[in-house]
């Protein structure tokens, strides 16, 4: 069997569908898999075969980068047709995006299989648009099965497929990897895989005006630009805290730590559920409030605290960590929330849902 995975090219689309490909590789060693991402992609090395086709979000204003972007994209769709008649796959499997389009549109016409995975509560405009001409559609969260009513015969919930390298570790092992008290309240701070430097800002702001900077420890990713910013404050401050640009060994920060700060992107959130953390949400306020109602799961779960990108300013952030961190039963009825077996199955659960088409 060949199989072909789509996606687009931030890391919200790219995990999940490495995550998949984890698994598929692991279980069935027998069968060809091709990822294909646009060119400008967050993840240059990648251990899977892999194409690469022309896309350029297209927006609805006229412009010459609006008209360039059109041009991209049917360069794409060209791109996407040579690709699949030189793999020949029998599935497609599209992780949303206009990367996903073209790709899935001709995949349909040539006779191949085609199932669709959506990673939010409110699905994009991408997979809105194929729904109709897909075999399967793959949700994150039961939520989403509202936005589809008209084709509930083709979905089906599968979870959001966590990388394969994302394994729960013991926590003293992982606060060894940092360099950490075991004694101390670890927090994660995380802007998502291109940073956020709201939230930089904001978290910084908000240890500032806490009482007592001893009683916890931080791994905050801060993306590229805020390093050094950040590293300086962290010092003055006399906080202990470990920096980083991007952090691949994502199952050390997990594990460490007792409390994520952290936008609401969908593979985040999965990655939140699966290793069953208590967490502070503060969603990106732009992208048709995705993560919005992905960070509604959490909260109405009794897991997530959700703060408004607009509250940053206010000491609304730095009350709110502080009064965790004097709540051991709270933090303790957060991680209870989950249950046992949230985000085990999900990688296998699409898998399974793939080669049954």
């Known amino acids: 069997m060949k199989i072909l995975v789509v996606t687009g090219s931030s890391g919200g689309h790219i995990f999940p569908a490495l995550g998949f490909l984890d698994t598929l590789a692991s279980r069935h060693k027998d069968i060809e898999a091709l990822l294909v991402l646009p060119r400008k992609s967050i993840i ?17 204003s006229l412009d010459f980068k609006n008209f360039i972007a059109l041009l991209r994209f049917l360069k794409g769709a060209w ?8 793999f020949r796959p029998d599935v497609v499997v599209g992780f949303g995006s206009l990367a996903c389009v073209p790709m899935v549109m001709f995949a349909r016409f040539l006779g191949a299989k085609v199932l669709i995975h959506e990673q939010n509560v409110i699905p994009g405009r991408a997979n809105r648009m194929l729904v109709r001409f897909v075999d399967k559609i793959a949700l994150s969260f039961a939520e989403t099965r509202s936005y589809f009513k008209n084709y509930e015969r083709k979905i089906t919930l599968t979870g959001n497929p966590i990388r394969a390298e994302l394994t729960r570790i013991d926590r003293q092992k992982a606060l060894d990897f940092f360099g950490f008290y075991n004694d101390r309240f670890t927090i994660l701070v995380t802007g998502g895989s291109q940073a956020s430097r709201r939230i930089n800002l904001g978290f910084l702001k908000a240890v500032s005006a806490m009482p007592d900077k001893s009683i916890f420890q931080v791994i905050h990713l801060a993306g590229n630009s805020d390093v050094d910013l950040l590293a300086k404050a962290y010092k ?13 060994p994502m199952h050390y920060a997990y594990s460490a730590s007792d409390l994520v700060v952290s936008r609401g992107g969908a593979t985040t959130i999965s990655e939140i559920m699966f290793f069953r953390m208590p967490a502070v949400i503060i969603p990106y306020p732009y992208a048709y409030k995705h993560q919005a109602a992905n960070a509604d799961v959490l909260k109405n779960m009794g897991a997530g605290i959700i703060i408004g990108d607009d509250e940053l300013d206010a000491d609304i952030l730095g009350k709110t960590i502080d009064g965790l961190i004097r709540s051991p039963e709270r933090i303790k009825a957060m991680r209870s929330c989950y249950g046992e077996n949230s985000g085990l199955s999900a990688n296998d659960l699409l898998v399974g849902t793939v080669l049954s088409l």
Not at 44 to 60: A, E, F, G, L
């Open 79 to 86: 791109e996407s047709i040579i690709i699949l008649l030189k």
């Open 236 to 248: 003055d401050l006399n906080i202990d805290a470990r920096l980083f640009n991007f952090l691949g």
């Open 44 to 60: 240059s090395q990648i251990k899977y075969k892999v194409s690469y086709i022309s896309i350029s979000s297209i927006k609805s």
